[in-house]
């Protein structure tokens, strides 16, 4: 492979190009891509025309990239020439598919399952995860869901609480960076709370809105993970915030309170805190225990023994912590993170070395392998 050749040849197949009428940023990056050809197929054999061979590739790269630019503005122009559409209900196509799903025939686990599958477009394996079962469980339910609805008129939509939590956990698998679906769980969620007065869509919104609004301090330049105690609060959306916040506030007050707004009242402590040493932890704990009133959820219980570590000292946390199953998802990371606050570092580190194993997301298998590195790193010094 001659790359003296290919370097010599590049000024004349663009002077080529150009003279054809190609525009000069066109003609280089045609010229670019047929050099990339070049490195790829010379190697078996350099052509006999060289200099012709490159300037016959870049020429059709050149008019492909021409053609799809041109189909691209083709597609533009046509919907600008769109008529403005008439009147139209405030809920779009999308939402009235989530509430078809919700169908009443079928369970709402089941009903939750399918429209994920259906609707979200998220994986067996993702809503096994979200679910916290094993994948071959959720991928028996959603066939059962199907085999169900497989007759069934969808003539009766499904009710908002199994919507709500559809939503949910889409803009969760959204938030987590696996499928960028937060946007658009947020956008239907707008629009339900614009068509429906109810005090745990608006919770649901305002969660999603808080929790949005720190997404751009979730994360390193390098694609790390930073826990919320470490993120630049000054990343922080704060219109997002006051968005979330006001629209909470309207929902409390109504003194209906669902798990949405309670999931919703922790945040918006965590966004009402200017420092992480800041934050309200007691107030915190008395929300979770609002939220394990509420639903009973083993997750729920698992967050609030974070907070009573926080609120009350690490063994607290670690006493709290010892009334919860060990198979739970993140209990070996709570653990470890618990024990280091404690002081055992050995024992924190080994943890976050089994948390690391057992975590099913990349970027935070590699923030508890960090984890255990820096506290093995730091016994060792």
Not at 139 to 150: L, W
Not at 275 to 284: G, K, L, M
């Amino acid at each position: 492979m001659d790359e003296a050749l290919l370097r010599s040849l590049s000024p004349s197949v663009l002077t080529v190009l150009v003279r054809r009428g190609a525009g000069f940023a066109a003609a280089e990056d045609a010229v670019q891509d047929a050099l990339v050809e070049a490195v790829r197929v010379w190697p078996a054999g350099v052509p006999r025309d060289p200099k012709g061979w490159l300037v016959t590739v870049a020429w059709r790269r050149f008019l492909d990239a021409t053609r799809a630019d041109a189909a691209r503005r083709r597609r533009e122009d046509r919907v600008e020439e769109e008529p403005v559409p008439g009147p139209a209900s405030g809920v779009d196509d999308t939402l009235q598919l989530y509430f078809l799903c919700a169908h009443p025939s079928l369970t709402p686990a089941s009903a939750v399952a399918l429209t994920l599958r259906a609707v979200g477009g998220l994986t067996t394996r993702q809503i096994a995860e979200a679910y916290l079962v094993p994948e071959a469980t959720m991928a028996q339910r959603i066939s059962r869901a199907k085999r169900t609805v497989s007759g069934v008129r969808f003539d009766r939509a499904g009710d908002v609480s199994t919507v709500l939590r559809v939503l949910y956990l889409v803009f969760n698998e959204g938030y987590s960076g696996n499928v960028d679906l937060a946007a658009e769980a947020i956008r239907l969620t707008r629009q339900l709370a614009g068509a429906i007065d109810h005090p745990e869509v608006a919770g649901l919104l305002a969660l999603m809105l808080l929790h949005h609004a720190r997404r751009a301090a979730r994360t390193a330049p390098d694609g790390s993970l930073v826990p919320l105690a470490e993120q630049d609060r000054g990343l922080w959306d704060t219109e997002l915030i006051t968005d979330g916040v006001e629209i909470l506030q309207a929902a409390l007050a109504r003194d209906r309170l669902g798990e949405f707004q309670a999931q919703a009242a922790v945040a918006a402590l965590h966004a009402d805190a200017r420092a992480a040493e800041e934050t309200d932890w007691v107030q915190i704990v008395e929300w979770y225990d609002e939220l394990a009133r509420l639903t009973g959820s083993p997750v729920v219980r698992l967050n609030r023994a974070v907070a009573v570590g926080e609120a009350d000292g690490p063994r607290a946390g670690l006493a709290a912590l010892s009334e919860l199953d060990d198979s739970l998802p993140r209990h070996t990371a709570v653990a470890a993170y618990l024990h280091e606050r404690d002081g055992d570092l050995a024992k924190a580190a080994r943890l976050y070395s089994e948390a690391a194993r057992k975590a099913t997301d990349l970027a935070e298998r590699d923030h508890l392998t960090r984890q255990a590195a820096r506290l093995n790193a730091g016994r060792q010094g």
